[in-house]
């Protein structure tokens, strides 16, 4: 018998004693590999001794030795693969744990589920062996079984009767209910290594030498399959690539399960393959070891492979997945939103307590006085409401603009008045969208507006980086960020759609005109749709700002043309045509002028405010000798009242700001002075300090000289204010320095609110203050000798750098007249013309100087 032996031949450590018994008993060896002395009792087949197996520190070559009778069988399927999980802690004994459950199957009860049970039954009691050790390999889940033979009997005769015992009396263990155990004659050398390397069901085989200088031969798949075959179902046998450089050479032999390969493995690893396997002339020994196997991921690498494609699909996946879930929910917000659903004010037991406790409860005063000064408003505007009210109750195109200056009550004209008690109406206000900083602030305020919920502000940066890193390395834009422009869109569009929805909730089959498509109902049924109310439009109206609001009127053209909604624009704007023009080009669409109130109608307003309710009128004597209907005061001083009314002019927050400082005991004069001094307050901070950022957010689009000429020239005009064209070609605004354009200055200006631009027919016609109490304001600025006199000469020096940069241009051109070498006669009136220009301008600079001289003087001895 051929003894299993690696490198070192036959040989057995001093410090391993093995016992072996004659006829009574066969020592069994559950043998330790590098670890200490473990006894263990292990009862064996046919025999009942018990011998002490001790492994020294010697026996580490992980290898198993066999004298020439005797050879070594591997029974698999002792042990469930599972429990080499076990095995991967770091900190416990592979050997031990062995050991350890050994000891408990053999003190246990088990039976016929002891694997050791199993082993004796495996091998027929009629064989004459003895069984000389057992080695447990858990990580394999069995067990090599070293026992000695006669040598007229062959190994190859004692695996036949094993395996045929096995097939005619199947053992299945517990664990393994269909595939019972098997053994197999170890041909090789196993190699007992205790590393973390599991079982797989892919074998790499490499061919090397058996003994060094010796050439090792490939074997083929032929060869591979009648030496491998024997051990369970090959799947593939792969050979290693022709023009692969690496050595050993090896080949990949693929069993369709892991318990064939476990077989094979520990049958044939160290199995030199003689000449007629096909391993040569001096045999190829095979050395095998387990390969995961990689699966190969198609549909993966196809996406990975084409992401040209596959980014587009996906986006468009995702989008599709939004669109079915988020949508709804959105709509169902957003109609939430315009039907107030979870406002509190609109529960039914809300209005019920504050019935039964308005008798406990009673209004502020002052909430009194503001309210019956409101009304005295709402008579006197009463046809402005009654024209709207009317104008939303036509079946054709609603398109409503409302415009006034700041004050003027335009939104609470139309919401407590014009749409009093009317439902489903949506405001829009512009203001907190505009002044959102950056695209995430203004998409999330722009939901907050109409209801849209859940927003994803934050996932647009997200997405920008996204799109940006897949671009750089693809080369492919991936879409998955969205522009502002598209992100209005969709809130804008799923607002509209939830519109659409709410106009015909109330419409039923039983109606008359039931057959009717929607649009058609609704154009019938001007009464059933929404209102939308788009609040300061046109506000802080920059270059920067162009496409919120023209995402805002194209989606107004839209609700009005569909007959979704009637629209109405609140605006300061007197330009506002301009940006409406564009989505309602081939409309005409209703406008109402809000101005300021009359003097009867202010008077009475802050009367009305101090009084708190509409006391019959009485004719008392006023300051201009005249008899006027008013109400009679009570307890406050109104003595001037008709003058300080002509001066504050009828701005409605001037006015409830007169009523307030009455109320606190002022006098007309006291309360008009110092709502004065606060507005020139103000002009003198927003716009005559250098270095002053426009209002309007978007830079610097005036000059402090250019608002210095214009508060100057209104506090000496009539009330008529001044013609628009003329300030136009003066020389602060049509030859300033900073700003070039005259008419952005203006148009800033009015934005601004320093100035108001009126049109007639269309055109600009004059410039008048930005509010009346503005004209005193002006006219207080101007009185202020240190502050005009320094306005005045920033003015002058600015022309005189004017007219200097005119006298350089001519004296260049003269230059360049004069050095031609003949003068022709053709430059008689050239030079002529530019001599006269040269005086003129240097005139002007000497009377700009002298008019410093004083202003200089000013400036150094007055405070």
Same mark, same amino acid.
């Given at each position: ?6 490198g ?22 559950a ?150 155990? =098997? ?31 010796e ?23 792969? =050979? ?58 198609n ?48 529960s ?24 019956a ?83 994803f ?9 996204v ?44 109606d ?33 700002n162009?496409?919120?609001y ?69 004719e ?37 700001f ?34 002053k ?29 001044l ?85 350089e ?43 410093m ?7 150094a001895?007055?405070y």
């Amino acid at each position: 018998m051929i003894s299993r032996h690696v490198g070192l031949g036959h040989w057995a450590p001093a410090g391993l004693q093995r016992h072996r018994i004659a006829s009574a008993s066969t020592t069994v060896t559950a043998s330790r590999l590098l670890r200490p002395t473990i006894a263990t009792r292990i009862p064996c087949a046919r025999f009942e001794s018990t011998t002490t197996t001790t492994t020294t520190p010697e026996d580490t070559t992980g290898h198993i030795s066999a004298a020439s009778n005797e050879s070594i069988i591997w029974i698999d399927n002792l042990f469930p693969l599972k429990l080499t999980g076990l095995l991967r802690a770091p900190w416990q004994s592979p050997d031990r744990d062995v050991s350890e459950l050994l000891k408990r199957f053999h003190n246990s009860n088990l039976g016929i589920m002891d694997p050791i049970n199993m082993v004796k039954r495996a091998i027929p009691d009629s064989l004459p062996v003895k069984v000389t050790e057992i080695l447990p390999r858990l990580k394999d889940g069995g067990a090599f079984v070293k026992f000695s033979h006669p040598q007229g009997l062959p190994a190859k005769e004692i695996e036949g009767t094993i395996s045929q015992r096995l097939q005619d009396n199947p053992i299945k263990p517990f664990f393994s209910p269909f595939r019972g155990i =098997s053994a197999g004659l170890v041909k090789g050398v196993p190699w007992l290594e205790d590393l973390h390397r599991f079982p797989y069901s892919r074998l790499k085989v490499e061919f090397v030498a058996p003994n060094p200088g010796e050439e090792a031969v490939e074997l083929s798949q032929e060869d591979l399959y009648v030496i491998f075959r024997k051990y369970g179902k090959i799947a593939e046998i792969t =050979s290693q690539p022709f023009d692969s450089k690496v050595l050993p050479k090896y080949a990949y032999v693929d069993f369709a399960f892991v318990r064939d390969a476990i077989m094979a493995r520990n049958c044939l690893h160290g199995f030199v393959c003689p000449s007629n396997l096909g391993g040569g002339k001096t045999g190829t020994k095979l050395r095998m070891s387990y390969e995961q196997k990689v699966k190969a991921h198609n549909i993966w690498n196809w996406i990975t492979n084409h992401p040209r494609i596959v980014i587009p699909v996906l986006v468009a996946l995702l989008t599709g997945i939004t669109v079915v879930v988020f949508d709804p929910i959105r709509s169902f917000f957003v109609k939430a939103h315009v039907q107030r659903k979870f406002r509190l004010s609109n529960s039914k037991l809300y209005r019920w307590l504050r019935r039964q406790t308005s008798d406990i409860f009673s209004f502020r005063s002052g909430h009194k006085g503001e309210q019956a000064g409101l009304n005295a408003i709402w008579s006197h505007r009463k046809d402005v409401i009654d024209t709207i009210q009317k104008w939303l109750m036509e079946t054709a195109e609603t398109f409503i603009v409302i415009q006034g200056p700041r004050g003027s009550g335009k939104k609470e004209l139309v919401l407590d008045q014009a749409l009093k008690g009317r439902r489903n109406v949506l405001v829009i206000d512009c203001k907190p969208i505009i002044e959102a900083r950056g695209e995430s602030a203004t998409i999330k305020k722009m939901a907050a507006q109409v209801g849209y919920r859940p927003i994803f502000s934050w996932a647009n940066s997200m997405s920008s980086m996204v799109d940006l890193a897949v671009q750089s390395t693809t080369g492919v834009k991936a879409g998955f960020s969205e522009t502002l422009e598209a992100q209005l869109q969709k809130i804008l569009q799923t607002t509209a759609e939830a519109l659409g929805e709410i106009d015909i909730s109330t419409r039923t089959k039983d109606d008359v005109d039931a057959s009717l498509p929607v649009d058609a109902w609704l154009e019938t049924h001007p009464e059933k749709r929404s209102v939308v109310v788009i609040d300061n439009f046109l506000h802080k109206n920059g270059e920067g700002n162009t496409i919120v609001y023209d995402k805002i009127a194209e989606w107004a053209a839209a609700l009005v043309q569909s007959n979704v909604a009637h629209v109405i624009f609140l605006t300061n704007d007197s330009s506002y045509s301009k940006s409406l023009s564009k989505s309602l080009p081939d409309r005409v669409f209703r406008q109402v002028a809000l101005g300021d109130l009359s003097p009867d109608v202010a008077k009475r307003f802050v009367i009305s405010h101090l009084e708190g309710n509409d006391e019959p009128l009485q004719e008392i004597e006023s300051d201009d000798g005249e008899e006027k209907p008013v109400a009679k005061p009570k307890k406050h001083n109104l003595k001037g009242l008709d003058q300080c009314i002509g001066t504050l002019g009828g701005r409605l927050t001037d006015l409830e700001f007169l009523a307030r400082r009455l109320k606190a005991g002022q006098s007309p004069q006291e309360a008009v002075e110092e709502i004065t001094d606060q507005s020139a307050s103000e002009i003198l901070k927003m716009f005559l300090l250098a270095g002053k950022v426009a209002a309007d957010g978007t830079g610097k689009t005036w000059s402090v000289e250019q608002s210095w000429y214009l508060v100057k020239a209104l506090s000496s005009s009539e009330k008529e204010g001044l013609r628009y064209h003329e300030v136009l070609r003066s020389d602060t605004f049509a030859s300033s320095t900073s700003v070039s354009d005259g008419e952005a200055a203006l148009e800033g200006l009015t934005n601004a609110e320093l100035i108001t631009v009126k049109s007639n027919n269309g055109r600009p016609e004059k410039i008048t203050p930005g509010k009346p109490v503005y004209q005193a304001a002006f006219k207080k600025l101007t009185e202020d000798k240190v502050l005009s006199a320094a306005m005045d000469l920033n003015v002058l020096t600015e022309l005189s750098k004017v007219e200097g940069k005119t006298i350089e241009k001519v004296e260049n051109e003269l230059a360049l007249l004069g050095s031609l070498p003949r003068q022709p006669a053709q430059t008689a009136g050239r030079i002529n013309y530019l001599l006269a220009k040269l005086e003129t301008s240097q005139r002007k600079v000497e009377a700009y100087e002298k008019e410093m001289a004083p202003l200089k003087k000013t400036l150094a001895t007055e405070y």
